[in-house]
């Protein structure tokens, strides 16, 4: 699908194919290139989903594009509509509620119950599912931060 094109685009000279097939390996650079092109593109779906995006502080851009990313974020979440209208409060309250697309809330639910048996700790960072459901907390975080600046009237 879409990946094709991308290598297509991106480099012209490397057979997505074999790649796929793990017949050839992408270099550092060409691995590279790839990333800088998927984060602009997810940047891009961030601002058009947050209009305001880069009115905001660096950390919360972040967090709002790795959403997108994740597909954490859709247009129909009251996370994304609260976040729109500035309710940094709501987005806060609302954020570990679940609205998240692939049943990530039970997911967190699960990552918790590990984490207050002391087993989540020390589990690797680049592990996709203890990685996924760790930014919840991180989301929630930010989101809070903003909250708050938002009753000192500072957003």
Excluded at 36 to 62: G, T
Excluded at 83 to 107: F, H, Q, T
């Amino acid at each position: 699908g879409d990946s094709k094109k991308v290598f297509a685009e991106i480099l012209p000279d490397v057979n997505w194919q074999d790649v796929y097939d793990v017949r050839v390996k992408l270099t550092d650079e060409q691995a590279e290139k790839l990333y800088r092109h998927d984060l602009k593109s997810h940047r891009r779906r961030a601002i058009e989903m947050f209009p305001d995006m880069e009115s905001y502080p660096a950390n919360v851009q972040y967090m709002l594009t790795d959403g997108v990313f994740q597909g954490f974020f859709l247009d129909s979440h009251n996370t994304v509509d609260a976040i729109r209208k500035g309710d940094w409060c709501r987005a806060a309250r609302n954020v570990l509620k679940g609205s998240s697309p692939r049943g990530y809330r039970e997911d967190y639910d699960r990552y918790l119950t590990a984490k207050e048996k002391g087993i989540a700790e020390g589990k690797d960072p680049s592990d996709s599912y203890w990685s996924t459901v760790a930014r919840y907390e991180q989301r929630q975080a930010i989101l809070q931060e903003m909250c708050d600046a938002s009753r000192k009237g500072r957003r």
